[in-house]
Nanobody
Framework: QVQLVESGGGLVQAGGSLRLSCAASGRTFRGYTIAWFRQAPGKAQDFVAAVRWGPGITYYADSVKGRLTISRDAAKNTVYLQMDSLKPGDTAVYYC??????????????????WGQGTQVTVSS
């Protein structure tokens, strides 16, 4: 069993930065795909970014390319989402998700087995 704990959310002005963390307990992330999804009020949960832990391959939604960066730290068993040039449209609850598989399509929420509790990101204009 894997438990995911997100942290790093908060309130920031447009153009600012935040770094979200997703820490795993229970086992290492080896062999996993880890992703970030977000859900704005009244909207569906959307894919943001993902990383294949082993090869370090990353994927991004078009809306965040060039502004958000997903990375991993093996020593800390943690995945980060560096968020720069934030916009009010980035306001959402951000969720970390994981699945012990690196071959499935990363952009759909259904395959992921483990989810964090979510962390709120609010970007003011």
């Amino acid at each position: 069993q894997v438990q995911l704990v997100e942290s790093g959310g908060g309130l920031v002005q447009a153009g600012g930065s935040l770094r979200l963390s997703c820490a795993a307990s229970g086992r290492t992330f080896r062999g996993y795909t880890i992703a970030w999804f977000r859900q704005a009020p009244g909207k569906a949960q959307d894919f943001v970014a993902a990383v294949r832990w082993g090869p370090g391959i990353t994927y991004y939604a078009d809306s965040v390319k060039g502004r958000l960066t997903i990375s991993r730290d093996a020593a800390k068993n943690t995945v980060y989402l560096q968020m720069d040039s934030l916009k009010p449209g980035d306001t959402a609850v951000y969720y970390c998700a994981a699945r012990v598989d690196d071959t499935f399509f990363y952009g759909a929420r259904n395959p992921y087995d483990y989810w964090g509790q979510g962390t709120q990101v609010t970007v003011s204009s």
